[in-house]
């Protein structure tokens, strides 16, 4: 069992603008009935949140089922992730080599996760920071790799959504264009 979560985060949000872009995105899912303007207690580790509004359907692929759970809106610097697990490997943004935190038969590399790690708790504190890549040793953008299954993205700006059916292209295509076109990426996770 556990509950599932569908998480799109800005990724060109800036601490700056994301109350703002935050409102907007809610004003506009409020507005289309995906979500009720009021708050509930409707979603796991928050206060309060956003519950399903009477078109929520419109936001998803397929009504397998209806949410049970509602939206909270993240804002200010975070670190998103899947949940449960782990991320495997990262890809450097320059070379495109992997760094793999763990073998075939999935026993941990010493010492490939710590440069993750403190470039992760440097990028919480700071808001930047750089990894270097062990094939072609380069510093990477920490927000510029890509991690096995999805697993992070960093920002400042995510529309956490709990125990919804996966939502629809267009959906999420609508989204970013209400947050002015920007970059946005679907994490998906359980705890």
Not at 48 to 57: D, I, K, T, V
Not at 136 to 146: H, I, K, N, S, Y
């Amino acid at each position: 069992m556990g509950n599932y979560f569908q998480t799109i985060v800005d990724l060109d949000a800036t601490h700056a603008d994301a109350r703002t872009l935050a409102d907007s995105g809610l004003d506009w899912l409020v507005r289309e009935g995906i979500v009720r303007a009021e708050l509930t207690d409707c979603v796991l580790g928050a206060p309060s949140g956003h519950p399903p509004g009477p078109s929520w359907a419109k936001a998803v692929g397929q009504e397998d089922w209806e949410p049970s759970d509602g939206l909270t809106i993240e804002t200010g610097r975070t670190v998103f992730n899947c949940g449960q697990g782990e991320p495997r490997f990262a890809v450097c943004p320059r070379c495109a080599g992997r760094a793999d935190f763990y073998t075939d038969r999935l026993e941990e590399i010493e010492g490939a996760w710590e440069p993750f790690g403190e470039a992760i708790n440097a990028w919480s504190d700071k808001g930047s920071a750089a990894v270097a890549c062990p094939h072609c040793r380069c510093p990477g953008d920490l927000t510029a790799w890509t991690w096995s299954d999805g697993y992070f993205a960093f920002g400042y700006l995510g529309f956490e959504f709990w125990d919804w059916p996966n939502f629809s292209p267009g959906f999420l295509e609508g989204l970013s264009r209400e947050l002015g076109g920007h970059r946005t990426v679907l994490m998906e996770g359980k705890l």
